[in-house]
């Protein structure tokens, strides 16, 4: 079955450590996202990709990169210059002719 | 600029009462699209509902429903009968004709009690 696949549902890291969380697709969708939740503030955009090694940041983008080399992948790494990094990420993607987005099923973060 | 409010924080309801979820939003986009998901407890996003800006005919599919008016601004959603596996947090969404960009609301609780 298509869908989004993100690892692992759990993560904890050290304050100070890169981390990398990883979102894989096999919809063949050309549009990948990345989304931070907080608890009562909704979904904010973190970067989004249209097409393979293109990328445009989102309202929250600092002390966060991404990269695109893959179709398929769209990796986040939340670095240390992140000042408050625990959250749910959320990766979603769609397909540029339709307007429908499939999302992920989220990795939270803890950074102690 | 987009934005969409969600004003009520959490709805607590006892089973098989009706509910309803207001979402009102604002863009300067003619053409735009709105959408609904659920986030259950287990934390993945739902999608139940997308709508044109260009079509405002409301939609009822079995238990759930939905009222777009422009006039208002407003896209909101009705739970009829509510179960306790409605409990959840429900989101709506904007995306702007000239964007790629989902911007979210900020959800509604809701807890269906037996």
């Known amino acids: 079955d298509g869908g989004i696949t993100q690892s692992p549902k759990y993560l904890f890291r050290k304050e100070g450590q890169n981390v990398t969380l990883s979102c894989e697709q096999n919809?063949?969708?050309?549009?990948m996202y990345w989304y931070r939740q907080d608890p009562g503030q909704g979904l904010r955009l973190i970067y989004y990709?249209?097409?393979?090694?293109?990328?445009q940041k989102g309202d929250i983008a600092e002390g966060y990169s991404v990269s695109r080399e893959k179709k398929e992948s769209f990796p986040l790494t939340v670095t240390s210059a992140q000042k408050n990094p625990t959250a749910f990420y959320l990766c979603?993607?769609?397909?540029?002719?339709?307007?429908?987005?499939?999302f992920g099923s989220g990795t939270r973060l803890t950074v102690v | 600029a987009q934005k969409v409010t969600q004003a009520q924080t959490e709805i607590s309801v006892v089973e098989k009462e009706d509910v309803t979820l207001d979402c009102v939003y604002e863009?300067?986009?003619?053409?735009?699209?709105l959408f609904w998901y659920k986030q259950p407890p287990s934390g993945e996003l739902v999608f139940l509902i997308r709508?044109?800006?260009?079509?405002?005919q409301n939609e009822i599919s079995g238990r759930y429903s939905w009222n777009f008016q422009k006039s208002t601004s407003s896209f909101n959603f009705t739970i009829t009968a509510s179960q306790v596996v409605d409990s959840a947090v429900y989101f709506c969404?904007?995306?702007?004709?000239?964007?790629?960009?989902?911007?979210f609301g900020k959800g509604t609780l809701l807890t269906v009690n037996p």
């Open positions: 979603a993607s769609r397909q540029t002719d339709n307007y429908g987005y499939t």
């Open positions: 919809l063949n969708h050309d549009a």
């Open positions: 990709s249209q097409i393979v090694n293109d990328f």
């Open positions: 863009t300067r986009d003619t053409t735009y699209y």
């Open positions: 709508r044109n800006s260009f079509d405002e």
């Open positions: 969404a904007l995306r702007g004709g000239s964007n790629y960009k989902l911007t």
